[in-house]
């Protein structure tokens, strides 16, 4: 009636649009397609006759729960601890099973192989060390990615999934995504890489893709180590509230990136929510099975081929030296390690002095999985093979010792599963009573932790590296699976958003804290970081008032 008793002006009608929205606190799209929903029901009703008294559904009794306006919240947060515990603790319990079998078959296989036959090492560090070692990557991803896929497949076809996007969606709508993005930036939680390939899901191609921007900013299980070191060596007093901290900040920063996005590049409303709640019914072991081996597959074909690519490059650099030559591993003689060198002086403005070049190639080897930080700096600054001459035991079993070791590990995971309860995002970073307590349980050398207080810059200096390695360069198998999902083009843009703003965080809390020993510098670098932002935002708000958000490209057929 409104479109009817006024001029057809765009400006008058859109006002008028505005003002239900704002009474009715909903959509207009939602009332049109509930008077239409409303109408149809009232015409089947008077077109069908039922005989016999029709009492509620079994449908019916269980969406009393799952969509009361008190509960329903709770019952979807209760689905998503269960899908990440199944997931993450489940699925997690044979990452491990996984990692040594792909050890033992593409790397130590391979290298045994090529030693036989001669080969130059070259050959083996290219061969073994890079295809061998992005195959193990590859390997450890599956049974995550599996149980991921097998939880979402369940709660998909019992059709509760429709229900949790309901619960969800105003939310989310508050930056621009539906209820159901919440679900892949929960799994991020535990992993980024199954996180990316659950926005699948997401119908609408930019609601995809600006989930897959937020999703590196949850603070995955893997940089978790990475966090329990810094808290050993210059937090032993409030290590788990430190923990908690980044966690948050990385939400933060996430919710950020959104409402930044939903406003220039990413522009646009969120797709109307509606949609039918089919009835509940249980899936079939056979449909569960195919939905789940069709995208592990795809994952194995489509971002494995990227991460054995990135992953054969860093071998290649971290072993070779600059004269030529192989097997300079984590030293200070590998191309990553002089390019570190050079590097240094950049991060500067957050603390990090020239001779403290490792924390920058444990940065660069963080780009290969995040808890590769752990062992470059263990390595590195403790010098383990100068001064105890220590050997890789592993390199002594044989075939059949390794693949024990590695079967054994399962039960050992699964007999952990009544700790991970009341901790299903393992935040519990050890015993840290003292150096050697923390060593012992992170595997780690107690000279690790003196050479890190000694070049870090006190907890100002420790704190802004900890900012970096949880906003930075996503790891190569979380950028495989955004080229998959997303396209080169959009996995190029989220490794660059994500590390500048890595850089800007990391090194502004750094200048802020400690301001009062250069002030003047200070105070410029926080006001340029700040202009610089300003200035990205009104560039990105510019340009998407002109209408040239970043194009989408066709989702791939599946």
């Known amino acids: 009636h409104i479109v009817e008793s006024c001029p057809l002006d765009p400006t008058l009608l859109q006002r008028q649009r505005d003002k239900i929205e704002a009474i009715s606190g909903e959509d207009i799209e939602i009332h049109i397609a509930d008077s239409r929903y409303s109408h149809a029901h009232a015409l089947a009703k008077s077109a069908i006759r039922h005989r016999g008294r029709i009492g509620a559904t079994t449908t019916d009794h269980i ?66 060390s890079g295809v061998g070692g992005g195959l193990q990557i590859v390997a450890t991803f599956i049974p995550i990615i599996t149980a991921l896929y097998l939880f979402l497949s369940f709660i998909e076809d ?32 535990g992993c980024n890489v199954p996180a990316v390939m659950a926005t699948r899901t997401l119908e609408n191609e930019r609601e995809r ?40 900040i990385g939400i933060l920063v996430a919710i950020l990136t959104g409402m930044i996005m939903k406003q220039s590049l990413l522009s646009g ?28 597959r795809h994952f194995i074909r489509d971002a ?36 570190s060198q050079q590097l240094t002086p950049v991060f500067a403005p957050m603390g990090i002095h020239e001779d403290n070049w490792p924390a920058v190639l444990g940065i660069v080897t963080g780009i ?19 001064e105890q001459g220590l050997t890789d035991a592993s390199a002594s079993q044989s075939f059949g010792d390794k693949l024990r070791n590695a079967a054994a ?77 997303a396209g080169v083009s959009w996995a190029v843009f989220v490794a660059f958003w994500t590390t500048a703003m890595a850089y800007s965080v990391a090194s502004g809390y750094y200048q802020i804290a400690t301001w009062s020993e250069h002030s003047a510098f200070s105070t410029a670098w926080i006001l340029g970081t700040f202009a610089l932002l300003g200035a990205t935002v009104f560039s990105l708000r510019k340009w998407a008032r002109r209408g040239l958000t970043m194009p989408l490209a066709e989702r791939s057929t599946r």
């Open 63 to 128: 969406d009393r729960l799952v969509l009361d306006r008190y509960l329903g919240v709770p019952v979807f947060l209760f689905v998503m601890y269960l899908m990440f515990m199944f997931t993450i603790n489940i699925g997690g319990a044979f990452i491990d099973f996984f990692d040594q079998l792909g050890e033992a078959v593409f790397v130590d296989g391979i290298s045994n192989a090529l030693g036989a036959l001669h080969a130059p090492q070259w050959l083996q560090v290219v061969l073994a």
């Open 158 to 189: 019992s059709g509760y999934m429709a229900r949790a996007a309901f619960v969800m969606d105003r939310f989310m709508r508050s930056i621009g995504l539906p209820g159901k993005a919440f679900v892949p930036l929960i799994v991020g939680f």
């Open 209 to 248: 893709k600006l989930t897959i921007l937020m999703n590196p900013f949850m603070s995955c299980g893997a940089r978790l180590p990475v966090y329990a070191l810094f808290a050993a060596a210059f937090f032993l007093q409030n290590g788990q509230n430190l923990v908690f901290l980044l966690y948050l």
């Open 269 to 296: 409303v969120s797709s109307g929510f509606m949609l039918e709640l089919p009835s509940y019914h249980m899936p079939t072991l056979k449909g569960i099975a195919l939905h789940t081996w069709d995208r592990v």
């Open 304 to 339: 494995g081929r990227t991460i054995v690519l990135m992953v054969v490059v860093l071998n290649v650099l971290n072993s070779m030296g600059a004269d030529g030559s192989f097997g300079n591993q984590e030293t200070d003689k590998s191309l990553l390690a002089v390019v």
């Open 368 to 386: 290969l999985a995040k808890e590769v930080v752990v062992s470059t700096l263990d390595t590195l600054y403790s010098q383990i093979d100068e």
């Open 409 to 485: 590990t399962i039960p050992a995971n699964l007999g952990l599963l009544g700790n991970r309860l009341a901790d299903p995002l393992a935040m519990d970073v050890g015993d840290l009573s003292d150096h050697s307590s923390a060593a012992e349980a992170q595997q780690v050398h107690t000279r690790t932790f003196g050479a890190m207080t000694s070049r870090f810059d006190g907890q100002a200096g420790a704190f802004a590296y900890l900012l970096f390695i949880l906003l930075y360069f996503p790891c190569v198998a979380t950028i495989a699976a955004i080229r998959r999902e």
